[in-house]
């Protein structure tokens, strides 16, 4: 009878602390939020920056029947012009329309973010890194408020880290579960990165390498707590 009220006390404190732990995150997430939000809100109006002008510029010669690189010149990748195509096309060159589009988009890199931190380093840590990322992606210095092709990439590229780490998670685990949908998943998302900008590319290398070393070594992995 004794060692079941201790059982039972045992339980009912790690069910206490989980459940507190969950509440900090979720408290955390809500930060985040908030914080993605409004400071977006604020900047949702800023005047389009030069390279910004260019894309808009470009995406409206587009819709006009021109083609990229015959009838209008533009060293970028043309990804940044398609996905300038939708705000374009639905309201002309509207600076709110513009913005609140990449500002969407670097939403879904924040899901890909929170997804590949919580795989690395637990839930608590990923939702963490949602703060630091909601401030750093509107850093007003880094212009990171502009709908630039850094902004475009990241969301792919980070998807693609997090789909590499899902298979070398699978394999490590000989779960007999197919990783090659996840690979070719990486490859794919790598690809589009590679469309927005250049240098995302060397990303590739850097996954390369990862799984190259994590491959080597079959013993699991024990995930960084915060």
């Known amino acids: 009878i004794r ?25 955390i997430l809500l930060l985040a939020a908030c914080l993605f939000v409004c400071f977006r809100w604020l900047a949702v109006n800023v005047p389009l920056e030069r390279d910004e002008g260019e894309y808009a510029y470009i995406a409206q010669r587009m819709l006009h029947g021109e083609v990229p690189y015959r009838d209008i010149f533009d060293q970028k990748p043309p990804g940044v012009f398609l996905a300038y195509l939708l705000p374009v096309w639905l309201c002309g060159t509207s600076v709110a329309a513009i913005h609140i589009m990449a500002f969407v988009w670097t ?22 890194a949602q703060v630091f990322f909601a401030l750093l992606t509107i850093t007003p210095e ?61 990303n590739v290398g850097f996954l390369a390498i990862w799984a190259f070393f994590a491959t080597r070594h079959r013993k699991p992995e024990q995930p960084l707590r915060a």
């Open 107 to 128: 939403a879904g890199t924040a899901v890909m973010l929170f997804l590949l931190a919580r795989d690395l380093a637990g839930v608590r840590a990923a939702a963490l």
């Open 142 to 202: 880094w212009q990171a408020i502009a709908a630039n092709t850094e902004i475009f990439m990241l969301l792919p590229m980070t998807a693609a880290t997090w789909c590499v780490g899902r298979a070398l998670a699978l394999e490590r685990a000989d779960s007999g579960k197919r990783t090659w949908s996840w690979w070719l998943t990486a490859g794919v998302l790598s690809l589009i990165a590679g469309l927005f900008k250049q240098v995302a590319m060397t």
């Open 3 to 27: 060692n079941e009220k201790t059982a039972t006390t045992v339980a009912s404190a790690s069910a206490a602390e989980s459940a507190t732990g969950m509440s900090q995150v979720w408290a």
